[in-house]
């Protein structure tokens, strides 16, 4: 298995709602990003955990909750988000920290904030 | 700080080659990648170069790395209209943790 997944594939949620984004992988990979991507623009780091602890949030407002329940899940919580939080988010992992080695992306959740 | 710099568009005939640039400043870098995104897709790592290395080649993929004016490029050979997307330059450091992407370059192949 050389790939990450992500799901749901798409989701639309109301400013009140609570809803979790799903990030796996099965490569053995010890850390785990999450990144927002905008339209036509490159992702931005969000949060990096290594081995299941986090190690980098990147002043993400906490209505964003990131959690890493085993080394192979890791799941992004979503509450009270406002419309311009609309984006692309993707997961993605690799086997060190990035810089030590590849990074490998998953396709993403397009969420819809209404 | 990291800075990663790329030309927005190239548009480019099919079968020809395609050549995109991209400039870093991180002299530290260690790691440094291609990644394509077509519409509404995630990112798909294309190929990376090490920083000790001055070339790679991967099918019709070059890399060309010139440490010393800290510049990127990728070559695609025989572009294909399947080759249309953003294509993404980015560059990690040793122990970061994360990735600097450059804004993207467009690339439209005609037939």
């Known amino acids: 298995d050389t790939e990450v997944t992500q799901t749901p594939k798409h989701l639309v949620m109301g400013m009140t709602n609570k809803k979790s984004l799903k990030c796996e992988q099965h490569?053995?990979?010890?850390?785990m990003y999450w990144y927002k991507q905008k339209a036509k623009k490159p992702p931005e780091l969000m949060f990096v955990?290594?081995?299941?602890?986090?190690?980098i949030n990147e002043s993400v407002p906490s209505r964003f909750s990131p959690e890493c329940p085993n080394s192979s899940l890791l799941n992004l919580h979503l509450h009270a988000l406002q419309p311009e939080d609309s984006a692309l988010y993707l997961c993605?992992?690799?086997?060190?920290?990035?810089?030590?080695?590849?990074?490998?992306f998953g396709p993403g959740t397009r969420l819809t904030v209404l | 700080g990291e800075d990663v710099e790329q030309s927005l568009f190239l548009s480019v005939r099919e079968g020809d080659s395609s050549v995109i640039n991209c400039t870093y400043t991180d002299s530290s870098s260690t790691y440094l990648y291609w990644y394509k995104q077509e519409p509404g897709a995630g990112l798909q790592l294309l190929t990376y170069?090490?920083?000790?290395?001055d070339m790679k080649q991967d099918q019709r993929l070059t890399v060309l790395l010139n440490k010393k004016d800290k510049h990127l490029s990728l070559r695609i050979a025989d572009t294909q209209t399947g080759d249309s997307a953003i294509y993404f330059c980015?560059?990690?450091?040793?122990?970061?943790?994360?990735?600097?992407f450059g804004d993207g370059t467009t690339l439209t192949v005609k037939p």
């Open positions: 490569m053995g990979h010890r850390a």
């Open positions: 993605a992992s690799s086997l060190g920290l990035a810089g030590q080695s590849e990074q490998f």
């Open positions: 955990y290594s081995y299941e602890k986090l190690s």
């Open positions: 980015a560059e990690t450091h040793t122990n970061a943790g994360k990735s600097t």
């Open positions: 170069i090490f920083s000790n290395m």
